[in-house]
């Protein structure tokens, strides 16, 4: 029944826009209301903090840039290895780190507010193709951002590594810093819920199909918006936001499965038999379905900006670029097809 109503309507809902249920976001911390890029200097151990991979201690080290002024700032920081799968030395020879920031050293600077700072790496030294990788993930936050405030801010580095235990050797490459749970949880004034679990029930359901079809643009299955991973809270790739008595939001995070990204070490999740991570599969839930059409409005309004937005990517190369608008090109033919919806999407809900 829910399938046969949907066929008759989706054609007249195709061009309806959706409102966010919940209350407009605050600003975002200086650091991440700026596109551009924003060149740095980290001097660490990194051999011994790539060798070692520490998780429960920093390493001491300095970040360095230039302000607005013309003036260098130099911050001590502390440095740590951080994530499950990309911190395996089989993964990623340069695993992604945590910066620890001292909040009163950097409250005249452009970290203020900042404290534990997850700092997306090139995962591989040397490699061009991996740092690539790290700009394509970049993108797909700033997507996200560009459809909800109800997202996890990005800044993209053009990082200058100095490793002070091998003779001050040096390496540039790319990499993005993350916004903080703590901060985006003050931004949408919304509390950080340490659960295992939740419901479909208790999400809004506007952000919460806006973020499947998003996971869907994106070809993503890595996550779940009301599960989490073992030993850890709600949710897997996501982190659950919410008051009592009112809807909690589940906000993704964490996209290199993604088939827009196409990490070379990327794999599809075994129990949907996907042959391919570039191949979609719709994770929507069924409760929502009637929120589909508010939010594949949403995703046709930013086409421009979008593709924009990869064509404008510093240093991204023609070929990032080329595989990116390509599977871009398969979501918009998808959703302009009423018929396709139904069958790609509407039905394959869960």
Known sequence: MRHTIWTSVLATMFLIAGSTSAQEPGKADRLFRSNDVLEVTISAPFKKLMSKRPTEEDLPGKLS????????VELDIGLRTRGKYRRQQRVCSFAPIRLNIKKTAAKDSLFRKQDKLKLVTHCRNGSDRMEQVTMREYLTYKFLN??????????????????TDRSDK???????????????????????????????ASLAG???????????YIANTDY???????????????????KVGQPYY?????????????????????????????????????????????????????????????????????????????????????????????????????
Do not use: W
Not at 226 to 242: K, M, R
């Open 170 to 200: 040096q390496e540039i490459r790319y990499g993005f810093l993350i916004e903080h749970k703590d901060r985006l949880s003050k931004r949408i004034d919304m509390p950080f819920l340490e659960i295992k679990n939740t419901s479909v």
């Open 146 to 163: 560009e459809l909800t405030d109800f997202s996890y801010r990005a800044r993209l580095l053009k990082i200058t590594y100095v490793y």
């Open 250 to 350: 589940s906000i993704p995070y964490d996209f290199d499965m993604a088939g827009l990204v196409d990490a070379p070490y990327a794999e599809p999740n075994p129990k949907f038999k996907i042959r391919s991570v570039r191949k979609r599969l719709y994770r929507g839930r069924c409760p929502n379905n009637e929120q589909v059409p508010n939010s594949l409005q949403k995703f046709r309004d930013k086409r421009e900006t979008f593709y924009s937005m990869v064509g404008n990517m510093p240093d991204l190369n023609d070929k990032s670029k080329k595989g990116m608008y390509l599977l871009m090109d398969r979501f918009y033919d998808l959703i302009n097809n009423p018929k396709n919806v139904e069958k790609k999407m509407i039905r394959k809900c869960v």
């Open 224 to 242: 779940s918006p009301i599960a989490s991973a073992p030993d850890d809270f709600c949710c897997h790739n996501g982190t659950l936001f919410g």
């Open 65 to 72: 840039y230039v302000d607005d002024a013309g003036a260098t």
């Open 206 to 216: 506007d952000h919460t199909n806006l973020a499947s079809v998003f996971q869907y």
